[in-house]
């Protein structure tokens, strides 16, 4: 069985894990920039003032900035249709709230799209990816402020008139729904907590961060509206990562449990970017928790009239809920659950479990009945360069084979997917981690925790595979 004619094979990345060239072209510093390496055990310090002699991965990370004729080429290699890719903000405005955007920032953009365009991949585009310029962190607290919204907007203005003929596919934020976790108050929406160190330390305010929610919804519907009168035919879309979640057992309170959250993890923003109001369930969350929104008069106005046009997320893994605390818990991305005894594990915990996204993608068409794309999936692993040179990750291609024959199964159940874009494609810093060693890419990139390395590009043996299976559009496996 193959993909529909015109389904967009390709990968994805985050400008903040691949660009680099962090103080090159006029870019002011993003929230990622001021965070050091970690590792899996060791979390990432955030630094308001930067430190001499310490490592931020996000500075140089794989230099995209300096070698993306070289990548670009060699995803036209493998026959990519698409690249999902996102914009620094503060390349475009280095502080955030600029009047004027940076003229070269916008440059470095324009060839990208000409290389894109030259093999003919269509690019799919993240405005916000976890790199709010730092500049709205030290003066507004991030997007815990509703000035930030004017900020974006004028951002989103210049990308739309700038890129109006380059681009037809945008996203307005990346996970959206990471600001429904403490996790996601800095890396999603740039609020530095007062006596917050580092990324994972556990200090919050749920107030302040389903407020900075909120005004990343008013900003998208605005987007949204705003880029279809500047080119009617863009698609804009919402990104969500999905947290698929079992019950653990048929006991009705682990039911409820996994039902919970799906709709406070997954739900709540689905619903307000593609159906334009918050659901029943948020409106008794927000109570439960003690957590006020609050709202201009226009803004449920604004939410109805700036709905989404398809729906994008990340598919990692799935978890398991129950209400028996005492039961391992699993690791995942951005959180973890219960430990499923019937599914295997990656190196970082994660748990493989491709008939989660078959299940996932039909849960989410029929909620929803827009287009749906699948813009990150994928495996990361600690990769061994051989003696000869190669790098043998038959546990990559069967973790994708895997899932792409659920999405196969999805598509023939009747969801309307349009899309994959596997993650991190040519290897990349890890956003929660700040690592090298744990790689998603079917490129090799030879560079190591601590950013020794030279750089230099390598297919690997996922590279051959990936493009027998854009070639055959899904059928070779």
Not at 40 to 45: A, D, E, N
Not at 220 to 239: R, W, Y
Request: proline share 4%; glycine share 10%; hydrophobic share 35%.
């Amino acid at each position: 069985m193959k993909m529909k004619d015109g389904f967009y094979w390709g990968g994805a990345t985050a400008a903040n894990q691949f660009e680099g060239g962090w103080n090159q072209g006029g870019k002011g510093p993003s929230t990622s920039d001021m965070m050091t390496g970690g590792t899996h055990t060791t979390p990432r310090r955030i630094t308001p003032v930067l430190e001499k002699g310490t490592y931020y991965p996000s500075h140089e990370a794989v230099d995209f900035y300096g070698h993306y004729k070289e990548d670009i080429a060699m995803m036209a290699e493998m026959g990519f249709k698409m690249f999902r890719m996102s914009i620094n903000w503060s390349r475009i405005y280095p502080n955030g709230y600029d009047l004027e955007p940076n003229e070269e920032g916008l440059q470095f953009y324009d060839q990208v799209f000409a290389e894109l365009k030259k093999y003919n991949i269509e690019p799919l585009v993240t405005i916000s990816h976890y790199e709010t310029p730092f500049g709205l962190t030290q003066k507004y607290n991030g997007w815990a402020s509703r000035e930030v919204i004017d900020c974006y907007l004028r951002y989103c203005t210049t990308l739309f008139n700038r890129y109006k003929d380059q681009v037809k596919y945008w996203l307005t934020f990346n996970e959206i729904n990471c600001l429904t976790m403490p996790m996601g108050a800095y890396m999603a929406a740039g609020i530095l907590f007062e006596g917050k160190e580092t990324l994972t330390d556990g200090i919050d305010d749920p107030q302040i961060r389903f407020q900075a929610l909120h005004h990343q919804f008013v900003a998208s519907a605005k987007a949204v509206k705003l880029g279809h009168e500047i080119n009617p035919d863009f698609q804009i879309g919402c990104m969500v990562a999905f947290m698929t979640t079992y019950p653990n057992t048929c006991n009705p309170d682990d039911i409820l449990l996994a039902q919970k959250k799906d709709q406070i993890s997954n739900m709540i923003c689905g619903d307000v970017q593609v159906r334009g109001a918050y659901p029943g369930f948020a409106k008794r969350f927000f109570e439960e928790q003690g957590i006020q929104i609050e709202m201009q008069p226009e803004d449920e106005q604004t939410l109805r009239e700036g709905c989404v046009d398809f729906y994008s997320f990340s598919y990692y893994m799935s978890l398991v809920e129950s209400a028996d605390e005492s039961l391992e818990r699993a690791e995942g991305n951005l959180l973890g659950g219960i430990k499923n005894p019937y599914l295997e594990a990656s190196d970082w915990g994660w748990q493989i479990d491709p008939k989660g996204l078959r299940y996932t993608l039909n849960h989410l068409y029929d909620r929803y009945q827009v287009p749906l794309m699948v813009v990150e999936n994928g495996l990361g692993a600690v990769d061994v360069v051989e003696e000869d040179g190669t790098i043998q990750d038959d546990y990559r291609i069967d973790y994708l084979r895997g899932h792409i024959e659920q999405m196969k199964e999805a598509v023939a159940d009747g969801v309307e997917l349009i899309a994959y874009t596997m993650w991190g494609c040519i290897d990349l810093v890890s956003a929660s981690t700040g690592e090298m060693k744990k790689r998603y890419g079917f490129i090799h990139v030879n560079k190591d925790n601590d950013g020794n390395g030279d750089l230099s590009r390598t297919p690997k043996k996922s590279f051959h595979w990936y493009k027998k299976v854009i070639e055959s559009n899904g059928e070779e496996l």
